[in-house]
C-alpha cells in the first residue's frame, strides 16, 4: 500500500513539474551550409537558437540562464 503512495506522488510531482516548465514554441526553422537555426517563442519573447540551446530550452532552462538576448528581426 505505501508504494502505492509513494507512485502517486511521484507521478503528481512530475506533472506539476511538466507545468511549471515554460513553454518553448518553434516558429520559424532554418538550414543553412549544415547549420539549424531555429525561432523560438517562450514566455512571449521570440529568440534564435542553435540545436544545442533549443534543446536546452526544452530541457526547462531559461532564456535568462542561457543567456540569450531577444531576437531582432526586420
Same mark, same amino acid.
Do not use: C
Given at each position: 500500500?505505501?508504494?502505492?503512495?509513494?507512485?502517486?506522488?511521484?507521478?503528481?510531482?512530475? #506533472?506539476?513539474?511538466? =507545468?511549471?516548465?515554460?513553454?518553448?514554441?518553434?516558429?520559424?526553422?532554418?538550414?543553412?551550409?549544415?547549420?539549424?537555426?531555429?525561432? #523560438? =517563442?517562450?514566455?512571449?519573447?521570440?529568440?534564435?537558437?542553435?540545436?544545442?540551446? =533549443?534543446?536546452? @530550452?526544452?530541457?526547462? @532552462?531559461?532564456?535568462?540562464? =542561457?543567456? @540569450?538576448?531577444?531576437?531582432?528581426?526586420?
Amino acid at each position: 500500500m505505501a508504494s502505492s503512495a509513494t507512485s502517486q506522488n511521484s507521478k503528481r510531482a512530475a #506533472v506539476r513539474k511538466a =507545468l511549471d516548465r515554460h513553454k518553448v514554441y518553434i516558429t520559424a526553422q532554418s538550414f543553412s551550409a549544415g547549420a539549424y537555426k531555429a525561432r #523560438v =517563442l517562450v514566455d512571449g519573447e521570440a529568440y534564435w537558437v542553435d540545436e544545442f540551446r =533549443l534543446s536546452q @530550452l526544452q530541457q526547462g @532552462l531559461s532564456p535568462a540562464e =542561457l543567456e @540569450l538576448t531577444p531576437a531582432t528581426d526586420d
